[in-house]
């Protein structure tokens, strides 16, 4: 591999179908494309594979938009942002893919074929049956006119299948190295529907062909495509489209959810979207999914953006499954949350609390303060985002817009012992003159385990409830300093009924 930025030259994909809700396979796609891309200096293209009306939608593309900006790729061509190769989304591409399947036509390499469903079943099983590769069997391979005419006559309206070659395919796969195919098991295959429909099988070669791709990364689960694809690169060469330059191609290792199954769209744990929701950090889930299949260092967990794309070689993504496991990617954004300065952490957390109310539209000064003051506090204690909802809720609302946690409230607050720590708490605060941690601990200590002889645990979990209306919140007596006095003793008087 050549050093960081000398190879302009690097052209690669990312090519989404706007089907559903965008997944982590696609977004671990993405990453290891765009690293690629970044670390060697070459072009990333973001195109959109939608050539499927029937399952494409524009609320889908929206969302691949939104993922891809929250996630940081910069696309150099696609999109928004236009290029050389534009348009980038395939349905706007259709002239493109009728004038190549013509030319395809007329040069031999693909041919019109008339056989029904019921007939290629038929021929299939009976294949099976005789022991033979049940694929297509190149029936319509070599009609006469007559035959043609025949069909035609009959009312069939002709797919255009390829003619594939009658050699075997091999290339080097750039994660599991040299790979072959015999053209047993890669029959003629169908790039056009009857109702003059492409196929992904005819529009995502053409465009990497005409977009001049480089590097395909994609998913193990295409490699079944790429002799087919092969073979007609060198068709279209031959008929004048692309450069005839055939891209490198290199599988990604399939990830594997839980009970050793392929992890699926459908299992929650995949929904990108998700994500974001509970306030994952970009940075931290794009430095998880980078180690489905790759690895900066041994022993070495974490890393920036920056420095995978300053390491990023195909050479270290390992061919074999990588398992997702949600707790480690947990544990990798608590990290990331971590190492965030106090003012970026508290402005982060600011769309969280407003999404869920704590915050209004506009947040004051004295609101951001006390933002900033309670961050650091709970930056040891989230693994999201969203959790400072709930640890920092407390700050935020006053009145009736401060509700308990209900079921905390109805163990810990309802029972005579409980009004009775929360009533000597009040009173051993109201006497403070100096409102500040240390002498809130030392007033509390006094009164609630040294007077009363309570355990600490018990004493101060009446109290955080009380005050915070949870059993989990930043530590008790910094986060009683910055409710402030007053509001601090108001909670303890109402809880203590
Ligand atoms: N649109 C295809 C998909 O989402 C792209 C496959 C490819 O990378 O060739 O599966
Ligand atoms: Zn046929």
Redesign the pocket.
């Known amino acids: 591999m050549t050093d960081p930025g000398t190879d302009t030259g690097v052209r690669v ?5 706007p089907t559903g809700s965008p997944h982590v396979g ?1 977004a671990r ?1 993405a990453l290891f494309n765009w690293a690629f891309a970044r670390h060697h200096g070459g072009t990333f293209v973001f195109r959109i ?1 939608d050539t499927d009306a029937a399952r494409d939608s524009e609320d889908s593309y929206r969302t691949l938009l939104e993922v891809m900006q929250w996630l940081g790729f910069d696309w150099d061509e696609g999109p928004e942002v236009g290029g050389p190769h534009a348009p980038y989304r395939q349905s706007d591409r259709f002239p493109v893919y009728a004038d190549v399947a013509d030319r395809l036509l007329r040069a031999g390499r693909a041919y019109h074929c008339y056989c029904t469903q019921d007939e290629l079943e038929e021929r299939s099983s009976q294949a099976r049956a005789e022991g033979r590769p049940p694929g297509y069997d190149g029936h319509c391979r070599d009609l006469t006119d007559d035959q043609r005419a025949a069909y035609e006559s009959a009312g069939r309206r002709p797919v255009v299948r390829f003619r594939m070659p009658d050699h075997a395919i091999t290339f080097d796969d750039l994660v599991r190295g040299e790979i072959t195919f015999q053209p047993d098991h890669v029959p003629d295959y169908v790039l056009v529907r009857s109702n003059g429909h492409p196929l ?1 099988t005819l529009v ?1 070669p053409v465009d ?1 062909a005409l977009m001049e791709i480089t590097h ?4 193990e ?2 490699l079944s ?1 790429t002799p087919r ?1 092969i073979g007609l690169y060198d068709a279209l060469a031959e008929v004048g489209v692309g450069t005839g330059q055939i891209p490198r191609f290199g599988h990604l290792p399939y990830v594997m959810g839980q009970g050793n199954r392929k992890l699926s769209k459908r299992d929650p744990e995949s929904n990108l979207l998700g994500y974001r929701e509970r306030g994952f950090l970009p940075e931290g889930l794009l430095n998880y999914l980078a180690l489905l299949g790759w690895a900066i260092a041994e022993d070495r967990d974490i890393f920036s953006m920056e420095e995978m794309v300053a390491a990023f070689t195909i050479g270290r993504v390992n061919p074999n499954p990588a398992r997702f496991d949600l707790r480690k990617a947990e544990a990798i954004n608590a990290t990331h949350l971590r190492a965030l300065p106090v003012e970026e952490l508290a402005s982060r957390m600011v769309p969280y609390l407003q999404q869920a109310g704590v915050l209004g539209a506009t947040v004051t000064d004295q609101q951001h303060a006390r933002l900033l003051a309670a961050a650091p506090l709970v930056q040891e204690r989230m693994v999201t985002l969203g959790e400072s909802v709930d640890m920092l809720g407390f700050l935020f609302t006053d009145g009736s817009a401060f509700v308990r946690d209900e079921s905390a409230a109805s163990t810990v607050l309802a029972t005579e012992d409980g009004r009775t720590v929360v009533r000597a708490a009040h009173e051993a605060l109201s006497a403070l003159a100096r409102w500040e941690t240390a002498a809130i601990e030392e007033a509390l200590r006094g009164a609630l385990v040294e007077r009363l002889g309570l355990k600490p645990r018990n004493a101060f979990s009446a109290v955080r409830v009380a005050v915070t209306g949870r059993r989990i919140s930043p530590p008790l007596f910094e986060s009683l300093e910055l409710l402030g006095k007053e509001r601090a003793l108001a909670r303890l008087a109402e809880a203590a009924g």
């Open positions: 994909r990312f090519c989404p179908s696609l796609t594979e992904y995502n990497d395909v990364l994609r998913g689960d295409l495509s694809q």
